[in-house]
Structure formats: C-alpha cells, structure tokens
C-alpha cells in the first residue's frame, strides 16, 4: 500500500524486509527518487513494529553507486556493459557448447542464501531442471542439511523441519542459534528479543546453550557455556536423566516409534559420563532434564551452530527426540508445525530425499534433496579429464559467493580461474563473481513485488504478506525471475529450443511468481477452493497493510507425516549406530598438540553473511571482523586486546585483531565469517576499505557433518599467535 503527501512528491509503502529469515515489515518513505527512511510497520502482523538495523540497509543498496545496472561482459581483466539480448545468446552459445563437448555434468550450479528470500528461487529450480545436471549446489549444505536429514529420518520427509511455538511455550531451550540477532532461522520470529522477554514475563524460563555468552544469552535466565562440539552429549546425559526417572510420553497426536531402542542407547549415557565431553557438570546436565520435562510446555530449539558440527545430525535428531519423549511434539508451546497459506509442506512431503542418488566425483559426498554439497566444489573443478566423469567446466551462481562463504581450503579462486565459461547472477562483482565471463544483475530489492511463500512454512504464526514494489524499475531492467527464465529457455537443447522458445517464454511471462503466488493461495489450506466465498486470495493480502494474520500453529503432524507407518523415528537404526560409535571413541583431540583451541563463529547484528559489508552504515565503527578470546587465554600467550594476532589451522592462517572478553569459554576463539574483502578485482568499493579476513580459509572442507557432508566450521582446532604484520590486515591463507 502507498500513501502520497500533498504534494505527491512524498509517499510512503508497506512492504517487508527480505534480507534475512525474519522478514520484518517495514514502512519506506519515500521523496521522488530517493529513500528518506525506513522504519518498523506496527501494523505488520508478525513483527509488529519491529525491525533491525539491517532494515534500513535496504535504501543504501538500492542506491549504491557499485552496484550493477546492466549486464557485464569479461573483457582482458575488467568488465564492458552489453545489452541483455546480447548477454542471453552469449550464455546460452556458450553453456551449450560446455554441454556438446564434455556432457551435461560438466556444468554446475549453485544458488546462494539470497535465493531463498524471493520467489525467484523456483525459476533457479527451473533453470537446473533443464541444464539436467547433478552438479548442483546451494547454501543449504553450509548451514542446514543435517536439521533436513533428521526430519527425512524422524518424519519422513526433509521438508517437514519443526518450529519452536516461542509465543506460546513455558520453557524455551537453545542450542547453538542466537535469535536475539538473527531473529530466527527455520523458526521465523521477528524481534526474538521481545518474545524471549515476553516467556519470562508470563514466569517461563530461557536456557541458552552456547560457548560464548551471546546477546540472545544476555536476555535468559541461565547460560550454559557447552564445550564446542558438546551438544550431543549434553542431550545424550539429558535423555538418559528422562528415561532413568521413569518419565514416558503421554499419548499424543501420533506414536513415536522406536522408544524401547532409544531406551537401551542412552542407558550408556549417565550424566557423569557425558559431562566431560560436553562440558558441562553432571548436576547441570540432570537439572536441565527435569526442568524441561516439569514445565507445562517446553521447546527445545537449535540451529546452525549445531548444524556446523561433524555431529549436526546427531543433534537435531536428540532435539527433536527430546521434544518428542517429554510430550511436546506437536503441540502449543513445543514443537510445531505450520499452516501457511501456500502448504509447502504438504505439497512436497512425498517427493523424497533423493539420497545416494548420486555421488561426488570422488565417491565422498552422497547427494541429499537431489544436491552435492558445496564443500566439494572445487574438486569438482579442479577434476582430472581421464575420470570417469570428468571436471565441471562451467558455473551458473544465482545470489552466491562461495569464495567467502564455504570451507574451500583456499582453492577456490584457482578453480573458478579454471572454468571454461562462468556466468553469475549477482548485483555486484563480488569475491566469486569477479571470475565470472558474464554477469547478469537483478533489480534492487525495493524494485520487486514479491508475495512470500517460503518464509510462512517456519513462521512462530500463521500468516500471509506482500511486498509492495517501491521503486519501478528502469525499462530495461530484469527481475531475478526474469533472468533466470531467460536462461532456461537458452539452455534448451536444439531443435526443442528453436521450436519452442516462442511460446515458452510467453509461458514464463503469463506464469510469473504473483500468478503462481494466487494459485498457491487459491488452493492452499486458506484459500477459497478450501474455504469458500471467505477463503484467501492474493488480492485480499495484497490490499491489507501489514499482512492477514491466520491464527496461532496447530497440532497438525498426524496429517503431514511422511513415514510408512505413520509413526515418528525417535531411534533410526543408523543414528542408534552413530552414536554407540562415538561413545566408543576416545577423545584424541584432547591431548597436546599445536593447535589447542577450538574456533567457533559468530554473529553480528549489522551484519549479513558477506552481503552488507558494502554499505557505510553497516560497518561504521570498532572492527567487527576479530577474533574473540577469553582473557585466561589470552594472558597465557601474552596477547592484548586490539593487537594483530595470526590464527591458524592445519591448512591455512589469517591475521586479525584480537578481542578479549570473558564472555567466551576459556579454550574457544569465535570469529565471525563472510569477511576477506581485499582481492583484486572485487567491485566493492566500502566493503575493500574494511577487509576484514576469510575465516573460512582456516577450515578443512574435508570435515563435514557425518551424513550430509554439510560444512562442520565449529571446533575446527586452531592456535593463536601475535603477529608482527602491520595493518591494513590481510588474509594469509593460501590462494
């Protein structure tokens, strides 16, 4: 909706934030051509007001003099503008030639994070449909593969991943997530502050469960600072404490399966013998039991922290089993599951995992949701031609720099260097994009309409928004959808293409995302063809500012379970396995060695992954790229606070300033990732005048999630020195 001042020059829209999960709504005001605030819509029915810094970063994107307007072609070592008809036929030649010469798996692609927040992301499903590649790729296996494979196992299904009901919930556990900046990942709760103040104001309790004492564990009751890595134990010690006290499940909506082998497995697990490796004091370990299973609801909530672990797996399936044994599993105030206007969920539930379909070049990394994980990547590219299945020889990146964001072993950059042809969707020339032969560039955010549909299957509340379209974009530019169908239709095998791009395209143009968006509603659990003459429709969420609120979740898991016999797994064989492995294992990491600390990540508010670093306002201010230590560790290796310190792991280094704090457990260094600014080439003008470091050059791809092969970047074993090298700081990995 839009509101003109008397002069009509002035307006205001409602729309929503789209830069991270939380989608808060915003109201833009705005005089002629220029942004003049951003602020929290109150009408908004998830976020009531509330926004982050991150919100107003918005309008400085929009008129960021870096970013990209046109398509840009590599010429010698920079770019020239080329007009869009040019830059498609240039794309779809090319990738085709890949295709005739070496086979349809010698093109890969990969879709980073951004994806997910526009509707745009099914026509990148599209565009990897028709290139019939299984080198695909995405930002899942950097930051949630592991809470999918759990739910594949305990439900039936990947797509069926539980929401904490934090509004509702007496006792909200958590586990490696810090809500209080990122506002929820696959639990979407926008001003996580103020639900977390609002638990303990109705007398609930907050556990935070974390090495470092993080802003959301300022807001709770009690910090539990685990050992990095120590999560599964702490779970394994708690259950034990449940099933010892004789505690069972009363009846719920559906059977839990497997109860009698759970039983036997953390019978092995006495809170004593868990302390150690979790790090956390037996009585803790039985407290935090018995309180979760005393209080009226209770919610056990964990997220990427956890997911970056070689246990990631593990972990949220004991999540989901705690819930589960202690009766909160589908219910108010545990672990839910939503009913969104477009059911997701339930449309895809059947679809499968896909899992082992196929396998990496090397045979390493099985395929999961039909994708590979990113950590393999680069020898994929860097493959030998006298394989079986040869080298990937061309990339098509939707919203992605993986140079930064995934654990590469600093190979990366020599084997984008590599390709025969590399075309990046992307609205700058970033850190992976620079090695790109083509550039096409989406609108800005605030020149897209958008209904979402993703974000409302792990919202804390049902509820349907729009995004108003601030700015009309130029006549010659594309939406991300627009790119991406552009493409599907190059790629097309010859003579189909030449028959059929025709019509297709007027397909594509006639079933753009609002029109898939109306069908959705239309027959969703809301819509009219459920609900009759007072159903959903777009047009009504597109009329009312602030979105249509559909009530709170329901217990609805009966209805969506995917297993064969309608059972919830809380024992699947192979996890049972697992873990008897692991509590047979000895601790060999906790011997002397060179490297005798453990590197966490962390989170800052005004930051975003490696998005927003090129916006003023987002990194004004102290660095907030360094290293975190505790003081103990500190005064050990005689270092000070704000010195220039090398980390390094076994197979890289970079050089940071320290940060001395004892809100981090003695033993753990946290540095925050997306960071490493400086290379040559990169169109970042802000962003290279505060580099920062790659912390992901100090982290092995090889050491992965046990199942997944998702990126495990917590408690990778580093140490930490004082370093003679001067400012202005630079990675010192390997290039």
């Not at 039991?289 to 949220?316: K, M, P």
């Not at 047979?584 to 600390?597: A, H, I, K, P, S």
């Not at 090129?614 to 003081?631: E, Q, S, Y």
Request: with cysteine; net charge neutral.
């Amino acid at each position: 909706m839009t509101a003109e001042g008397p002069a009509g020059s002035t307006r205001t829209v409602a729309r929503q934030c789209t830069l991270c999960e939380a989608h808060c709504g915003i109201l833009v005001t705005v005089d002629r051509d220029r942004v003049t605030r951003i602020q929290g819509d109150p009408d908004d029915v998830l976020s009531h007001g509330y926004i982050c810094p991150k919100a107003t970063a918005l309008a400085d994107l929009h008129h960021d003099p870096d970013r990209l307007r046109r398509p840009m072609r590599r010429v010698g070592d920079g770019f020239e503008e080329i007009g869009w008809d040019e830059a498609f036929a240039l794309a779809g030649d090319r990738l085709r030639a890949v295709q005739r010469r070496h086979g349809r798996d010698a093109i890969a692609m990969y879709l980073g994070n951004p994806a997910a927040h526009s509707s745009s992301v099914l026509y990148g499903i599209a565009l990897r449909v028709a290139l019939l590649t299984r080198k695909f790729y995405s930002a899942s296996s950097i930051d949630q593969f592991p809470q999918e494979f759990a739910a594949w196992k305990m439900f039936g299904s990947n797509v069926l991943m539980p929401i904490a009901d934090i509004d509702r919930t007496d006792r909200l556990l958590i586990l490696g997530a810090n809500p209080a900046v990122s506002n929820g990942s696959v639990t979407t709760m926008p001003d996580a502050r103020g639900r977390i103040a609002a638990i303990r104001r109705r007398g609930g309790s907050v556990v935070v469960v974390d090495p470092r004492r993080t802003e959301t564990a300022r807001l709770a009751d009690e910090h539990v600072a685990v050992r990095p890595g120590g999560d599964p134990y702490l779970l394994l010690g708690m259950l034990h404490t449940i099933f010892a006290d004789g505690i069972r499940p009363a009846p719920g909506t559906v059977a839990l399966g497997g109860m009698d082998e759970l039983a036997e497995m953390v019978a092995a697990c006495p809170p004593e013998k868990m302390a150690p490796r979790a790090g956390v004091d037996a009585e803790t370990i039985r407290r935090l039991a018995r309180d979760h299973t005393a209080a009226r609801s209770a919610v056990a909530y964990a997220r990427i922290g956890v997911c970056h672990q070689v246990t990631g797996t593990l972990t949220h399936w004991l999540v989901n089993t705690l819930n589960a044994v202690t009766g909160n599993l589908d219910r108010p105030g545990g672990q839910m599951f939503s009913t969104p206007p477009i059911d997701a969920a339930r449309l895809l539930r059947r679809l499968g995992s896909g899992y082992g379909l196929w396998s990496s070049r090397t045979g390493e990394h099985k395929s999961f949701r039909t994708e590979l994980p990113v950590v393999g990547l680069a020898d994929e590219i860097l493959g030998d031609e006298q394989d079986a299945v040869g080298p990937v020889r061309a990339l098509v990146t939707y919203a992605g720099n993986p140079v930064l964001s995934t654990p590469q072993g600093g190979r990366l950059d020599k084997a984008l260097d590599s390709l025969d042809f590399f075309v990046a969707v992307d609205m700058y020339v970033t850190e992976t994009s620079r090695h790109a032969d083509l550039i096409l560039p989406p609108v800005s955010h605030l020149e897209r309409e958008e209904f979402d549909f993703l974000f409302p299957v792990f919202s804390v509340r049902n509820n349907a928004r729009f995004s108003a379209r601030v700015f009309e974009p130029a006549a010659d530019a594309l939406e991300d959808w627009e790119i991406l169908s552009r493409l599907t239709l190059e790629v097309l095998p010859l003579p189909f293409r030449k028959q059929s791009t025709r019509p297709l395209r007027a397909v594509f143009d006639r079933l753009g995302p609002l029109r898939l968006g109306a069908l959705g509603i239309l027959t969703g659990p809301h819509g009219v063809l459920r609900r009759g003459r007072r159903g959903l429709t777009l047009g009504q969420v597109r009329r009312t500012r602030g979105g249509i609120d559909l009530g709170p979740l329901q217990p609805r898991l009966r209805s969506l379970l995917a297993t064969r016999d309608r059972r919830v797994h809380v024992a699947p064989p192979e996890f049972v396995d697992e873990t008897r492995r692991l509590l047979t294992e000895t601790e060999n990491d906790q011997r002397e060695t060179e490297f005798d600390l453990r590197l966490i990540g962390r989170r800052h508010l005004r930051s975003n992954n490696s998005w927003l670093h090129n916006i003023p306002t987002m990194v004004k201010g102290r660095d907030r790229c360094t290293v975190l230590m505790h003081p103990d560790d500190a005064a050990v290796r005689s270092l000070v606070q704000g010195q220039p310190v090398t980390v390094r792991s076994r197979i890289g280094s970079i050089v940071v300033p320290l940060e001395v704090s004892d809100e981090i457990r003695a033993g753990t260094v946290a540095i925050p990732h997306g960071w490493g600014h400086d290379e040559k080439g990169v169109g970042w003008s802000t962003a290279a005048a505060h580099p920062g470091a790659n912390v992901n050059l100090l982290h092995d791809p090889a050491i992965t999630d046990t199942f997944t092969g998702n990126a495990a970047v917590n408690a990778t074993m580093v140490n930490v020195a004082a370093t003679n090298e001067r400012s202005p700081v630079r990675n010192a990995g390997t290039r």
